[in-house]
């Protein structure tokens, strides 16, 4: 435990949220409190005595506030080794200071409102870092305290401590202040570069854990969680099952993106990345049961999405626990924003099925990062559909009216690796579904071959004219020739929705009007690597 | 401009490189020299008079050296406004220092030792921190320098000025110092935490590059370098072409870790992250003849890495000059370590082809970044080929006794997007080449399909059962079951490579037995998302 007792505190903070209580307590604990201009003013308001930091400095507040802490008197108080040094400080008359309590000009804030550069210089803070870091080296005996959360925690120690404070608490203190004095000069350094003209970019990532393995199993991976974001994928709830591996990791998050921001509810199922089967509905059970249409070899071994509260009889479904052991199907990982009751004592029949938490619907999209050796791309997401939906080539205006079936196709080719091709459908329940995709292939065509073939495998004893002729063909990227198409019409496929703008499009567009395909161009590309 | 003029300077450094000869300078000009301990010495040996800190400070260096600067009068005589301040500061005998030259305690150093977290508490530099700051605050007035690389640079502007420093200097100073101040921290943070048992971890990017635009052109995009790498993508020397976008970085990244590492010249050519064409031999020519070989088709608009200086009859193959236009190869990007003579011209004559100059394997790739929603994946790279070559089917040896080819294989299949199947083969004059591929599918036998598709089509006439009997086929990850081995062996498949491990290996062999196929196991998995 290595108890220290509080008996002189130096407060001084920018975010005066809670300051009078916790002065309170401190004081109340008989310990003596030395601060600053506002803090002061703030705590003497509340009744309590406080000793000014002038009287400790020996110098004046001078130079319009720039100098008010710093000083050999402040710095030796924090500072010096309480076993080492104590005659030392007696002789220089330095008397312990125990415990700080400060945080730091609101830099951040004003650079968010791109203020003046004069203005953001007077913003950094100077005697603040200086006394944060003293006490922070000298935390086997001073206590450091930067975020006013802390209060709580520090009020705790202090109330079952008799007025002392545990060497587990200041050293976990002690880390804090050093990554708020290094998110500060970071802000800082950034800013500054900024207004240079130079763009720099730093990002700071904690609560590391070690996975299962990398890619493969010779390689080590560990997952950080973004220390400055609300959401993040690293907050998934494990609720059962193994340990995450990095690639479930890779395919979680490729499953939460393909049913995020959908206005029904939506399964998707994923493998290496790509959704194999999607679909969307207003019931979920029809849900799972089309989205595993899709692909339905490919969907063992999958992961799962959900963006709807998971219900039993969609989990049902997977058929877990029937004693014909052949029709129950293995999946690796389920995740959704919420389970209803029972669902996760069914999923758990499955002793290795990975049961995890998180609300799509609460993932920040604005940007991806991408890291290339040695560097780091960053991109604003692809969050956009289509420009405008302009129909090209056709009479038939069906599906230029269903504007939920091409945003669903968008979103779908979207979601999967480029060259990509996604074959979607309404079905008669009015269900949105994929029926085939083809993903990853350096040549369009064999993209558009592996759709087409899923799509006839999958409608099956369906796939008649009819049948195929209500399929939409979604291309992420433009045609750029005629070829897809023939092979499309071959298949009996009528309609198309791509961006546009190949220099060939004219020729495109006679060769859809020739095969009686209705085309739509989108105006925008959806490349995924 | 803004000149001012250095009548004193404070200096006080750890790494002290270089410091006589900038001291000495500086003392020429006429500049009144600070010092502390070490520096002190150094400098006073080299014949330079210099002003003790502790004269200024008007306090003794106390508490083991914790207390050296820190004072109100030198963070005064830095921190101070020459303007509005200086009638102030002359009423509390504050006279201006206007050059600080520091640089911190190693704690960088001390950690990469692993040292005691006393000894590493005792690097940590807080006098230091605090006097960058307060010159950086003022870099209106004061320079502050803390790197030794900039003396050169300080020393430059000394002459020049008379004496004098630029504004424009001290703004570039300053940011480096608050970089420098934000990377200590920086480092003492994750270290702290790394001692408290949790993984963190800063990433700093500088040098940003708006690109043309991100995956799609409705995206914004910024390529970024790592500002503590020596060997960075982002130090790619563009040679011609119109600018980089952000899959050309992904592609060429592709590119120069597909051909990254090889005994022998190779050339690969990558259409979205996957080598569609890949071969190596003893010559350059050779190699690019049967890389393009891999795939015609998808070769047009692709990106190709040599990791050879290129050679004027290899860029020739492109026939960019062909009058016949139909004849001339177009491609995107074109990536080498180095170009011989009239290289660059040839290729030229292309107008929108890009060329840039990396070497491959001065690439580091000892580990692997990779950013989900709020989170980031890192992982050890996948460095390692195999574990044992262990053949488990056939009476023929002649593969496992061609580990180059072996080795060839692997390297090819780890880089492509899996599920992936690569058939490479050895031709008659020796050239390691890939003759088909299958990448990207939720269904391995989907990829196996692919792969030989089109190595049947590539082969053309040569595709003979002899041919393709010499062809091996190599999977990414096991084959679960046997059919894979079914179909390659309906194409006359005689040679496989995977890396087993399925519970259903027993089987597989069997089949593999019974089709006379040589099979080998590797014992090591090669994903790659």
């Known amino acids: 435990m290595n108890l220290i007792k509080i008996k002189r505190a130096l407060i001084s903070v920018s975010d005066k949220t809670g300051i009078e209580a916790i002065a309170g307590q401190l004081h109340e604990c008989g310990c003596e409190i030395i601060s600053t201009g506002g803090t002061k003013s703030k705590l003497t308001e509340a009744g309590l005595q406080v000793v000014d930091i002038q009287q400790i400095t020996g110098n004046p507040e001078a130079f319009g506030g720039r100098m008010k802490t710093i000083s050999f008197q402040v710095e030796s108080a924090l500072l010096f080794d ?17 415990l700080v309590i400060c945080n730091l000009y609101p830099f951040a804030e004003k650079a968010k409102l791109q203020a003046q550069l004069a203005e953001l210089i007077e ?16 935390y086997k005996w001073v206590t450091i305290i930067t975020d006013p959360e802390d209060y709580g925690q520090l009020s705790k120690e202090l109330a079952e401590h008799n007025g002392c404070v545990s060497e587990e608490f200041r050293y976990s203190m002690m880390r804090k202040a050093f990554n708020h004095t290094a998110d500060y000069d970071a802000m800082i350094a950034t800013t500054m570069d900024e207004y240079a003209g130079e763009k720099s970019i730093r990002l ?13 199993s010779h390689q080590k991976a560990v997952l950080y969680r973004d220390q400055h974001t609300i959401d993040s994928l690293a907050d998934l709830e494990y609720l059962h099952g193994k340990q995450l591996s990095y690639n479930n990791i890779l395919d979680i998050e490729a499953a ?53 509260e998971l219900q039993l009889e969609t989990a049902e479904f997977l058929q877990l626990n029937n004693p014909d052991k052949s029709q129950r199907k293995f999946i690796e990982v389920i995740a959704a924003p919420a389970f209803a009751a029972g669902v996760i004592d069914y999923l758990s029949f499955h002793e290795n099925l990975r049961i995890v938490r ?10 991806d990062l991408r890291f290339v050796q040695g560097s780091l791309l960053w991109q604003s997401s692809d969050n956009k559909l289509f420009d405008a939906i302009k129909q090209v080539s056709g009479e038939n205006k069906t599906l230029a009216d269903d504007l939920e079936l091409i945003e669903f196709g968008l979103h779908t080719v ?16 009015g269900v949105l579904r994929l029926t085939g995709m083809g993903t990853g292939q350096p040549n369009r065509l064999i993209a558009t071959q592996l759709a087409l073939d899923k799509t006839l495998v999958n409608l099956g004893n369906e796939a008649n004219a009819e049948s195929i002729s209500e399929c939409v063909l979604v291309s992420d990227a433009y045609f750029p020739f005629a070829d ?24 495109v567009i006679k060769k859809a009007k020739e095969l009686r395909i209705n085309m739509i161009f989108t105006g925008l590309r959806h490349f995924r690597h």
């Not at 007696?90 to 200071?97: D, F, K």
């Open 484 to 507: 897809n198409l023939e092979l499309a019409a071959e298949y009996g496929i009528r309609n198309v929705i791509q961006p546009g703008g190949s220099i060939r499009d004219k020729k």
């Open 204 to 216: 700071s990532y904690n609560q590391g854990k070690e996975l299962r393995y990398g890619e493969n």
């Open 414 to 429: 979207r979601s999967l690796k480029s060259n990509a091709i996604a074959i979607v459908q309404r079905t008669k329940g």
């Open 82 to 98: 309480r076993e080492k040094d104590a005659e030392e400080a007696e002789s220089l008359h330095v008397q312990p200071i125990d």
């Open 123 to 138: 913003n950094i803070d100077i005697g603040g870092p200086t006394m944060i870091r003293s006490a922070a080296k000298n």
């Open 256 to 308: 939460l993106l393909t049913v995020r921001a959908l206005p029904h509810s939506a399964a998707a199922i994923i493998k290496h990345l790509n959704p194999c089967g999607f679909a969307c509905g207003k019931d979920q059970k029809e849900a799972i049961i089309n989205a595993w249409f899709g692909d339905p070899i490919s969907a063992f071994g999958s992961i799962i999405a959900f963006n709807r």
């Open 358 to 367: 998180l609300d799509p619907d609460r993932l920040q999209r604005d940007h």
